[in-house]
């Protein structure tokens, strides 16, 4: 089966002057490929017998004493290759803010609350179709420290790991008709049209009644219609 070469039209470049840190992480010289070892090109080997229970629903995961706060979701898609062919047994992991805007972690200093019945991250295994499917609470708006006023956009990052690993892709999904989307230059570093591939659509089909509006958001890995992934040197 022949391979397209990574189209690099369609991601973010190292360096996008609008997003402020990227001048720090960014390589001042051309890289040099490094050939991979054995390590690189071998395990780990996820399966669905590696998840629990609640490791796909982000609503009750992280539940002390009693229901996450906020809008419930459900976002599922189909993880594709550039033909349209499903990739199974990929480990798809998510992580998001609260309904707050907040992360459950030591570095997020926003003022707005914790929620401690929502701990934000959950993980899946893609089936036969190359299908994945979370249940979770819409994230909030935070600001940022990227320039005077700035707020990121409702998002959730997506992580998914292939068969070996070097073959992690990161990537975020956002919300349709969210007005933060222009002005947020990690959303606007991804080159016009592959940006709106990071847009989840509303899905009918996937709301769950009187439960959680659902959302499709489907990722494809290579090829002219690939998602923009998140370069990092």
């Not at 089936?127 to 005077?148: L, M």
């Not at 992580?159 to 230059?185: C, E, K, N, W």
Request: proline residues 10%; hydrophobic residues 35%.
């Amino acid at each position: 089966m022949s391979v397209t070469p990574r189209d690099w039209t369609s991601h973010p470049p190292y360096l996008f002057p609008d997003y402020k840190s990227t001048a720090l992480r960014a390589p001042a010289k051309p890289l040099v490929p490094l050939p991979h070892t054995l390590s690189e090109r071998t395990g780990p080997v996820f399966g669905h017998d590696d998840l629990g229970e609640l490791d796909d629903d982000l609503t009750r995961n992280g539940r002390r004493n009693g229901e996450p706060l906020g809008e419930r979701i459900v976002v599922t898609g189909r993880v594709t290759d550039e033909a349209g062919r499903p990739v199974r047994d990929t480990l798809v992991e998510v992580w998001q803010a609260n309904a707050a805007g907040r992360y459950v972690h030591k570095a997020d200093r926003h003022d707005a609350p914790l929620d401690p019945n929502f701990s934000g991250g959950g993980r899946c295994v893609t089936d036969a179709d190359g299908r994945y499917c979370f249940t979770t609470i819409r994230p909030g708006a935070y600001p940022w420290g990227n320039h005077h006023n700035a707020w990121r956009p409702a998002h959730i990052h997506f992580s998914l790991f292939g068969p070996t690993i070097a073959t992690r892709l990161v990537t975020q999904m956002y919300f349709p008709g969210d007005p933060l989307l222009d002005l947020d230059p990690i959303f606007l570093g991804a080159p016009e049209p592959a940006r709106r591939r990071q847009v989840a659509a509303f899905s009918i089909e996937a709301t769950q009644p009187m439960f959680a509006l659902g959302y499709a958001f489907d990722i494809v890995l290579r090829g002219a219609s690939a998602t923009a992934m998140e370069t990092e040197p």
